[in-house]
């Protein structure tokens, strides 16, 4: 199983649709690669300044709803192909978060409150997201090494399956 989280990119919005995450314009690349550097091109949120803020992250914490919009595969493609392969919400859009356990990525829920109270604690400084899979918990750790929170995390057997594999093809290929 691939590491999954580090830095954390704040995204603290509702809503977060695919096209705002990858641009339908570049749905003719032939690369996950060549996705990356157009991640976030058409997000439109106050404070977020893609070239200063997207580089090195290695997961997201939004708000509600997180990849509405189009069903398509290339949304968390972008977001892999920028290093990020978890995110954490409120909650997601059904198919983009089915999508990203395809690909091997992680999509958690948390509730309302937690999610609150992560970006009261740690928006604002460099923060990072521990993903245990062992034990089910995330931690979101202030770089200062001050502020912690672990929380408890829900994923079903086959998510963490697919995660594990490495996604939906590997996971087929592996007992097919």
């Known amino acids: 199983m691939k590491t999954l989280g580090g830095p954390l990119l704040f995204l603290d919005r509702d809503d977060i649709n695919t096209d705002e995450i990858i641009p339908a314009r570049y749905l003719n ?15 439109s949120l106050r404070g977020f300044d893609r070239a200063a803020d997207l580089s090195g ?17 290339h949304a968390p493609w972008a977001l892999e192909a920028n290093g990020i392969n978890i995110v954490v919400a409120e909650s997601f859009a059904r198919i983009f978060r089915q999508n990203m356990f395809n690909c091997g990525m992680v999509a958690v829920e948390l509730p309302k409150a937690t999610i609150a ?12 997201l521990v993903f245990d899979a062992e034990h089910r918990t995330l931690r979101f750790a202030a770089r200062d090494g001050g502020n912690q929170l672990t929380v408890p995390f829900v994923l079903g057997d086959f998510e963490m399956a697919m995660v594990r594999a490495g996604g939906w093809v590997q996971f087929a290929a592996d007992r097919y």
């Not at 109270?117 to 990072?128: M, Q």
């Open 57 to 73: 992250k290695g997961a997201v914490i939004s708000r509600a709803n997180f990849g509405c919009g189009s069903s398509r595969e």
């Open 29 to 43: 690349e032939d690369s996950r690669e060549a996705l990356g550097p157009f991640c976030f091109e058409d997000l």
């Open 117 to 128: 109270e992560v970006f009261e604690r740690f928006s604002g400084a460099p923060a990072d």
